[in-house]
C-alpha cells in the first residue's frame, strides 16, 4: 500500500468512526415533540394502525456505542487503520510463521525418527502410516480415491500390480517427480475400422477375456510391429515408460470394447501431477511408505 493509499485508509476510517457515533447521538435526541400531529410521522395502515415518533429505547442504543467502542479498540489493537500496525502488533505473516515454526519444532524430531527406518519398516510402522493416511487423505484423495481404488484414468494403488514399478525408489519418484503415461493414437496406422476391431480382440484375449480366434490372431503381427515396443511382444508391460500390462485383470481405463478401442483410437495421455516440492522429502517418503503397505 502507497503512503496516499494509506492515509485516504486511515482518514476514511477515523471520518466513518465520528460520523457514527454523531449518527447514534443525533438520532438519541430524535423524539416526541410533545405536540400530538407532529409525533406521527404520517404513515397509515388499515385505516388506524399509525407510526409514532418515538425514540429507540435506551438499551438499543447503549448496543450501539458499545459496538463502536469495540471497533475503535480493535483497530487500536490490530492492524485496521492504514498503514498502523496495530499496538499488539500482529500480522498475518507473523502468525502464519510462528505456527509454521511451531509445527517444525513439534514434528522435526518425528521426522527425524522416520527418516532413520528402513523403507519396510516404516510401512509397518502405525504410527508413519496413521501420518502418511492423513496426508493421503489431504493431498490425493481428490484423484486416487478416499479408499485409493481409483477411478477409470486414476490407478488404484491397492492392488499390487504398478504402472510405473512399486519399489520404494519407483513411488517415491511417482509422487516426487509425478508420471506422464503417453500413448499416441492407433487407428490411422492401423488402417481400418476393422483392423481397430481386431487389435481390440487381440488386447482382449491376452487377458483372457475372450478366445484368441482367427479374428483375433489377425491382429498380432501389428502387435508385434506398433504395440511391443512398449508393451512387449507378450503385452506384460513395460513399467519404465508407464505402458500397463494387458495381460492382467487390472486395467487403467477399463476392459470393455469401448474402452479399449477408445486407447487405440484417440491415444492416452495419463497424468499424475509432481508433488515432491511442496511435500518435501520426509512427507514424501512417509507417503510412498503409506501406499506400499495399501498393496501388501
Ligand atoms: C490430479 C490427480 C492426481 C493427484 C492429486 C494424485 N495423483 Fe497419483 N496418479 C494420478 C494419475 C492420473 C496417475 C497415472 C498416471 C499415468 O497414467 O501414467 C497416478 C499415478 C500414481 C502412482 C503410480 C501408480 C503405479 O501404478 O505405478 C502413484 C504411486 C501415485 N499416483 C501416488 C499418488 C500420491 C501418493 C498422491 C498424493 C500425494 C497422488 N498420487 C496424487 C493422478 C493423481
Ligand atoms: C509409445 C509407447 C506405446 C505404444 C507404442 C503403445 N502403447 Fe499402449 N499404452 C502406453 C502407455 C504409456 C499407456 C498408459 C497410458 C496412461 O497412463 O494414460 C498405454 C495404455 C494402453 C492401453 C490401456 C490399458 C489399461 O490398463 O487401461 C491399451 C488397451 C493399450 N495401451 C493398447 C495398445 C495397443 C493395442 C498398441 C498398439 C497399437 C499400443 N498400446 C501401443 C504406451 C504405448
Not at 487381440?202 to 484368441?212: C, D, K, P
Request: charged share 15%; net charge negative.
Amino acid at each position: 500500500m502507497t503512503a496516499f493509499w494509506a492515509w485516504f485508509v486511515a482518514i476514511g476510517t477515523i471520518v466513518f468512526v465520528i460520523w457514527c457515533v454523531w449518527l447514534v447521538s443525533w438520532s438519541a435526541k430524535q423524539g416526541p415533540q410533545g405536540k400530538e400531529d407532529e409525533d406521527l410521522v404520517g404513515h397509515k395502515w388499515d385505516g388506524d394502525l399509525e407510526e409514532w415518533n418515538n425514540p429507540a429505547p435506551k438499551w438499543w442504543l447503549y448496543l450501539y456505542f458499545i459496538t463502536i467502542a469495540w471497533g475503535i479498540g480493535y483497530m487500536i489493537a490490530y492492524p485496521g487503520i492504514g498503514a498502523f500496525e496495530g499496538v499488539l502488533g500482529w500480522s498475518q505473516e507473523g502468525q502464519y510463521e510462528e505456527e509454521m515454526a511451531n509445527a517444525q519444532a513439534r514434528y522435526a524430531p518425528i521426522y527425524e525418527g522416520f527418516a532413520a527406518m528402513g523403507f519396510e519398516a516404516l510401512a509397518e510402522d502405525p504410527e508413519a502410516l496413521a501420518l502418511g493416511g492423513s496426508l493421503f487423505a489431504s493431498y490425493c484423495t481428490t484423484c486416487h480415491g478416499s479408499d485409493a481404488r481409483g477411478a477409470p484414468g486414476y490407478p488404484n494403488l491397492t492392488d499390487g500390480d504398478w504402472q510405473w514399478g512399486g519399489t520404494e525408489q519407483d513411488i517415491i519418484t511417482s509422487i516426487t517427480n509425478g508420471r506422464i503415461g503417453i500413448m499416441t493414437p492407433w487407428a490411422q496406422v492401423l488402417g481400418s475400422d476393422e483392423a481397430v476391431d481386431n487389435m481390440v480382440r487381440y488386447v482382449q484375449s491376452l487377458s483372457g477375456i475372450v478366445e484368441a480366434d482367427e479374428a483375433a490372431m489377425s491382429a498380432q503381427p501389428q502387435f508385434t510391429t506398433l504395440c511391443a515396443a512398449c508393451h512387449t511382444p507378450a503385452g506384460t508391460g513395460n513399467p519404465l515408460l508407464g505402458a500397463p500390462n494387458l495381460t492382467d485383470d487390472i486395467w487403467l481405463y477399463g476392459s470393455s470394447d469401448e474402452a479399449i478401442r477408445n486407447a487405440i483410437v484417440n491415444g492416452l495421455q495419463g497424468e499424475m501431477p509432481a508433488h515432491g516440492e511442496f511435500l518435501g522429502e520426509n512427507r514424501t517418503r512417509i507417503l510412498a511408505a503409506y501406499v506400499y503397505s495399501l498393496s501388501q
